[in-house]
């Protein structure tokens, strides 16, 4: 079964300042797609981002962006320039392709300071 | 374009009392998902339907849990003869017809207690 892990359970970043979350995950599979989920205190999922296994360049959303590192199954996130609006639990979750099911981490929360 | 609606979005139960949760997909979806999120956790996979049929039902526990997704209507899952363990917010999202855009769009959530 796909495990996925998220060591950091807080974080805490200063404003305008860069922070990277980790996530590594277990799969058999060679074709997958990977999400970060930012979920803001009104408990609303919102997709951040998401990276195709068979890509193998990183996935960008304007200041998100992932380290995808396929062989070590990891995919971290990075948020440059934070905003006090990133504070938030953040998700990372696994999906096959054929496979309708999302597996979700346990979670990261993400603290910005003024 | 309407997003996922789910209602209602705070549920009490006593112990033994019977929950409904509901949730519309997007105008267009045809799948629906179910989540359960417990206090300090990440969300849980429940279960998935298509119109009529339930797909994969691999995450639901065994008893007192059902859900089902009509022809007409939303979707509804059922929790019989609750227990303080059912407590947690639970999830609905939906995705088009067509998998292969593979974003599932998630609803607000609602949030079950059970006293």
């Known amino acids: 079964a796909q495990t996925v892990t998220q060591s950091q359970p807080e974080m805490s970043v200063q404003e305008a300042e860069t922070v990277t979350l980790s996530c590594t995950y277990d799969?058999?599979?060679?074709?997958?797609?990977l999400f970060w989920y930012k979920q803001p205190p009104s408990r609303q999922m919102i997709l951040v981002i998401r990276?195709?296994?068979?890509?193998?360049q990183n996935a960008t959303e304007n200041r998100f962006s992932v380290n995808f590192q396929k062989a070590a199954k990891s995919f971290s996130l990075k948020i440059s320039d934070s905003q006090l609006g990133d504070a938030a639990m953040y998700f990372c979750a696994y999906r096959t392709p054929y496979g309708n099911k999302l597996v979700f981490g346990a979670g990261t929360i993400l603290r910005v300071k003024s | 374009n309407a997003g996922v609606m789910q209602n209602p979005r705070h549920l009490v139960r006593r112990r033994g009392q019977e929950a409904r949760l509901r949730c519309s997909p997007m105008?267009?979806?045809?799948?629906v998902y179910w989540y359960r999120q417990l206090p300090e956790e990440g969300l849980k996979f429940m279960v998935y339907?298509?119109?009529?049929?339930?797909?994969?039902e691999s995450g639901m526990p065994k008893e007192r849990f059902s859900a089902e997704f009509p022809k007409e209507g939303p979707s509804i899952l059922r929790i019989q003869q609750v227990v303080r363990g059912d407590s947690a917010a639970y999830f609905c999202?939906?995705?088009?017809?067509?998998?292969?855009?593979?974003?599932?769009?998630f609803g607000p959530g609602t949030r079950l207690t059970v006293l």
């Open positions: 105008k267009g979806h045809s799948h």
């Open positions: 799969t058999s599979e060679s074709d997958y797609y």
């Open positions: 999202a939906s995705s088009p017809q067509d998998s292969s855009l593979d974003e599932q769009f």
């Open positions: 990276q195709e296994a068979y890509k193998q």
């Open positions: 339907l298509q119109k009529e049929n339930i797909i994969d």
